[in-house]
């Protein structure tokens, strides 16, 4: 670190060379809010990044310099919902990815939805002559239902970059997200300005070494932030660089000090929407609407059910959509990714019995294609909710059921984020009754 001190004050003029695997000479094909739309839109769609975009005909989120909406398509489109991304100006590179994890990309900036909002239709990834199926536009470039032609995300250039986040002390700060991007998506957060160097862009948590691994098409102009969860840090920040790569020093102390109140906060807003849950669907099933098997009893539904986003199974009208109208959980819970939803650093997921076992609703939402046991559901039901990191956004895990009261982990990062998420099952010694209930 000591030899870093020199470097600091004029750290970009060594950027070009260590923050990225790109010659710096070769000047980046995309512009900044389009390599940052391109990077972020999958952790956007899977829950996993703030802001979320919206469901259906909800309104539209921002992100940028860019507008974002997730649709339904057909089932007979063969890849269900599919969210779009296109700049809100008059110029820019349109964006879309699928439940199968699939971005596309149009090849030709000249033609935009602009500023008046106007979405893509679903149908807008669909290939001519296809008979509106999606699908076989995936993983090869042709051109779309809008007359643009369209290209797999996987055949742009990328590169990478390293980040490391490190204490004045020299030791690495593990946990912390770093946020590489366009400025106007870092509105309001404690920046520090890349400069002119080329790099990655996108989001990716620091681990045990202190490392964030970015990966992206190549961008340049590009500010950097640190965020914990879905929170942007306002702490004091010192971009250096050294033979490795580029440090980001940092107050540890004032990370701690956002940090362990804020995983109290954040575990105390998991029990109350577990709480919430559980009153959701009690109501739910109390009124009848979701009765697969016909015999009048109410069965327990699924998150996107719950919102009144996704279609009820009811025996009496198999081809239609009814809906809970009104829903009795908001729309903050219809943004379904991964089976589950994140709401305040902590992630959701509901389980109802299924034939063998219990299963989780629709990856994006709902009960389509998820077999689950009707006679059951009418009687069980559990949900559970954990940090998406583990001794970050919070410490306990938690879960209840159709008989409304919590039980929780004592501690510990057991269960962290989309890979290590709890099942159903909250029997052995890790578990204990809160005294709590409602």
């Known amino acids: 670190m000591a030899d870093s001190t020199a470097m600091s004050r004029h750290p970009t003029l060594l950027l070009g060379c260590l923050i990225g695997t790109l010659s710096a ?10 390599a940052t739309m391109a990077a972020v839109l999958p952790a956007i769609v899977q829950g996993s990044a703030v802001p979320q975009s919206g469901k259906g005909n909800q ?12 649709m339904a398509a057909p089932r007979s489109a063969g ?8 700049p809100r100006s008059t110029h820019g590179r349109t964006f879309a ?26 149908s807008a ?20 239902m809008d007359d643009q032609i369209w290209q797999p995300m996987i055949t742009a250039t990328h590169i990478k970059s390293s980040i490391e986040v490190m204490a004045r002390d020299g030791k690495p700060v593990a946990g912390v997200t770093v ?10 957060a404690t920046c520090l300005d890349l400069g002119s160097a080329i790099t990655a862009v996108g989001i990716a948590t620091t681990a045990a070494n202190g490392r964030a691994e970015l990966r992206s098409v190549p961008a340049n102009g590009a500010h950097l932030a640190l965020a914990i969860g879905s929170d942007f840090l306002k702490v004091p920040m010192q971009l250096e660089a050294n033979a490795s790569g580029v440090v980001v020093v940092v107050e540890a102390s004032a990370i701690e000090q956002i940090m362990a109140p804020q995983r109290v906060k954040n ?23 979701n009765d697969a098997n016909g015999n009048g009893t109410g069965e327990y539904a699924f998150f996107a059910q719950l919102s009144g986003v996704a279609e009820l199974q009811q025996a009496a009208v198999p081809a239609g959509e009814v809906k809970f109208v009104p829903p009795v959980l908001s729309n903050a819970f219809s943004r379904v990714r991964g089976s589950c939803v994140l709401l305040g650093g902590y992630l959701f997921q509901i389980y109802l019995p299924g034939k063998t076992g219990w299963v989780t609703e629709a990856p994006c939402g709902g009960g389509r294609g998820v077999e689950v046991d009707a006679s059951r559901a009418e009687a069980e039901w559990c949900a559970v909710a954990w940090p998406l990191q583990g001794g970050v956004t919070g410490n306990r895990t938690f879960w209840i059921s159709q008989k409304g009261y919590i039980l929780a982990t004592p501690g510990g990062n057991a269960f962290s984020g989309r890979a290590k998420r709890p099942g159903p099952d909250c029997t052995g010694d890790q578990w204990e009754a809160l005294n709590t209930g409602f």
């Open 125 to 144: 990834l669909v290939a001519k002559g296809s008979e509106l199926r999606m699908d076989q536009m995936l993983g090869m470039p042709g051109r779309g």
């Open 267 to 289: 575990e105390a807003t998991a029990i109350a929407i577990l709480k919430n849950i559980a009153s959701a669907q009690a109501q739910g099933q109390a009124c009848g609407a």
């Open 59 to 70: 309104p539209l989120t921002a992100l940028g310099d860019y507008w974002l909406r997730t």
């Open 179 to 188: 946020v590489v991007g366009t400025p106007s998506w870092l509105a309001g």
């Open 97 to 122: 990815m699928t439940d199968s994890g699939s971005v596309m990309f149009t090849d030709e900036r000249t033609r935009a939805y602009g500023e008046n909002k106007l979405a893509p239709l679903w």
């Open 25 to 34: 000479q070769q000047a980046p094909s995309w512009t900044l809010d389009e």
């Open 79 to 86: 890849t269900g919902d599919v969210t779009y991304a296109w």
